[in-house]
């Protein structure tokens, strides 16, 4: 640990919790940083955090005028998405991580990461943040203590999550229990050793100890694999959490919206990647006199409030969102906050002026740019100019259309939950569950088509239960349990109406039988409807559909065809259906909840 004694840390450290300064320690011991800097979130910090990195060749300074205190990365090629093989769950049962996640032994991944967090902060500085994920001022604050080598990952959780002093001084206040998240990029700098523009090792670790709720990065700089209050903290170690006790750890939107008469009414709906969650949960709705404000587009947690009522939470500060696709035709909101600059924008293009650019941000192409990988790029290249993976980083506070009750530590009362998949067949444009337990047969089935942007066959279906498959920190079957033993806790006339929903069925033509964006408005309005009992529906084998007339169409640019093709329950699709869902469920073995299996049960005798 270079010249800092332990005794000189422990003096020097601006708290008093003696586990942390403990841990604090431990680590600095194991990974022989230069220095230790803890951080305090404070502006003068960030300024001088980010021009320390734009002087290493981390981060590109944007052009002040057009993206105001913002900066671009750009990553190791091989350093650019969430690495799900070589994410852990290690409990110490195998059966407790279940059939969706990887598990290794606790004490053999132990003695794994021991040998690489050795001398791997060499050369540089550990920086101590200390974060809460949730509000400061929540009845039961959520904190974390990330130690990381990353002055890009320190800058990035500035914008994600609520860090720094006044965070510390109330985890030292009240000797409150955080999550240690242990990250190093795993690249140690040998003495006059030129670093490199974005460190990161071949061997990447993403690991999770839920009995001991600590987390341990390894190799990777990149957002979800690094920031660890998101992903890691707020979903998987959090999903724990919320099972022992008793409450919900989502990956979920969250978004508010208002009725011609002002009645309020909040959404939660969960999205598979690629499905538009981000532009649902900044919707600009085309469905007349309804307003739409969002609290959140990722992560959601939701517990009962003193009435039985359901109540959501966003846990995050910031959006970490798809660049690619987010364009002023798309989600206006999303670049409208983008614009107001104080972003990180990681492997996306630059133009020439000194800005950013990504596929489907402008109508038009730039006829020059410098792409993600540094390289000259023209509309010929033939390669996407932003990595298809690309993001930008953005405060959420940003957001024009942010609901005021974002700030509330209670959260906002949940009246419906929508759980969506991605199919070209067989989903209807929106069905509403019989029940609670019917709902959330619904969400253990969600899947989508694989599409040509991913390796492996195209039109594969993939379930992914609640859009939670990489991000259930615990036994897939337990976690339906749970999500099924809730409604008991539940007042029953407060708990949600659930619903599946698909905007992206298609005709016998082969189009899109919906126009989704800003028309998915009418499906939350019919939703709502429902929950008041003005909407019709037709009751079918798999739940209530709307009649074609329930649903507002008005000035909508949708034949009847397609409408029809949009909204069909179709007997013949839904066998195939049972017969697949009956494949996944083998998957639960044992942990199948009984409730699930009679879901299927009787879907299968209804269809008879
Ligand atoms: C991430 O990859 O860091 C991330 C936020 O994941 P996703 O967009 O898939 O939710
Ligand atoms: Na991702
Ligand atoms: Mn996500």
């Not at 604050?141 to 999550?161: L, Q």
């Not at 037709?538 to 329930?550: D, K, L, Q, R």
Request: glycine fraction near 8%; charged fraction near 20%; include cysteine.
């Amino acid at each position: 640990m270079g010249n800092l004694t332990t005794s000189r840390l422990t003096a020097d450290a601006p708290t008093t919790h003696q586990k942390l300064l403990a841990w604090v320690e431990e680590v600095a011991e194991l990974t022989q940083p230069d220095s230790i800097y803890w951080v305090n979130g404070s502006v003068d910090e960030y300024a001088r955090l980010t021009t320390e990195l734009v002087e290493a060749g981390t981060l590109v300074r944007l052009n002040p005028e057009t993206f105001p205190n913002s900066f671009a990365a750009f990553s190791d090629p091989a350093d650019v998405a969430r690495v799900e093989e070589q994410t852990f769950i290690c409990s110490e049962k195998e059966a407790d991580a279940g059939f969706t996640n990887n598990w290794m032994a606790p004490a053999e991944m132990k003695g794994k990461l021991n040998s690489l967090f050795a001398g791997s902060m060499r050369g540089r500085t550990m920086y101590v943040i200390p974060f809460v994920m949730g509000h400061l001022d929540a009845e039961d604050p959520k904190f974390g203590v990330e130690i990381t080598d990353s002055a890009y990952v320190v800058a990035s959780m500035r914008i994600m999550a609520r860090i720094g002093t006044e965070v510390l001084d109330k985890l030292t206040a009240t000797n409150a229990f955080f999550v240690p998240a242990l990250h190093s990029v795993g690249a140690p700098l040998a003495p006059g050793q030129q670093d490199v523009a974005w460190p990161c090792n071949p061997d990447k670790w993403i690991v999770h100890f839920p009995e001991e709720r600590s987390i341990v990065s390894y190799g990777s700089g990149y957002g979800g694999n690094a920031l660890l209050g998101k992903k890691c903290f707020s979903l998987r170690i959090a999903s724990v959490m919320a099972r022992d006790e008793g409450w919900l750890a989502e990956h979920m939107l969250i978004l508010k919206l208002t009725s011609p008469e002002s009645k309020v009414y909040h959404v939660a709906a969960a999205f598979p990647s690629a499905c538009g969650k981000t532009n649902l949960a900044l919707l600009d709705p085309t469905v007349k006199g309804w307003k739409v404000e969002t609290l959140g587009d990722d992560i959601n947690w939701m517990r009962f409030g003193k009435e039985g009522e359901l109540r959501a939470v966003n846990p995050e500060a910031g959006l970490f969102g798809v660049a690619p696709g987010t364009g002023w035709g798309t989600n206006p909101n999303a670049m409208r906050a983008i614009a107001k600059g104080n972003s990180i924008f990681t492997n996306v293009a630059l133009t020439d002026d000194g800005g950013v650019w990504w596929e489907g941000m402008t109508e038009e192409t730039p006829a020059h740019l410098t792409d993600w990988q540094g390289n000259e790029w023209t509309p010929e290249s033939g390669r996407p100019a932003a990595h298809p993976n690309s993001r930008f980083c953005t405060p959420i506070d940003q957001i024009d259309m942010l609901a005021p009750e974002y700030f509330a530590p209670e959260g906002v009362q949940v009246d419906a939950i929508l759980f969506g998949g991605r199919r070209k067949t067989t989903i209807p444009l929106v069905t509403e569950a019989r029940d609670w337990t019917n709902g959330i047969f619904m969400g253990s089935t969600l899947s989508s088509e694989t599409t040509a942007a991913a390796a492996g066959a195209v039109g594969v279906v993939r379930r992914d239960p609640m859009a939670m498959l990489p991000f259930i920190g615990y036994n897939a079957g337990d976690y339906l349990k749970h999500w099924i033993s809730l409604s008991a806790k539940a007042n029953p006339e407060k708990l949600p109406k659930i619903f599946l929903v698909n905007w992206f069925r298609r005709t016998p033509e082969g189009g899109f039988a919906w126009p989704g964006f800003g028309e998915n408005s009418r499906v939350l309005k019919w939703a709502i409807e429902r929950i008041e009992g003005k909407a019709d529906a037709v009751e079918t084998p798999i739940g209530f559909v709307p009649t074609a007339e329930s649903l507002d169409t008005d000035g909508l640019d949708v034949s009847a065809e397609e409408l029809d093709a949009a909204l069909a329950f179709r007997s013949e699709e839904w066998q195939t259906e049972a017969v697949s869902i009956e494949e996944w469920y083998a998957n639960f073995g044992e942990a199948l909840p009984a409730g699930l299996r009679a879901e299927l049960d009787g879907l299968k005798d209804r269809l008879a």
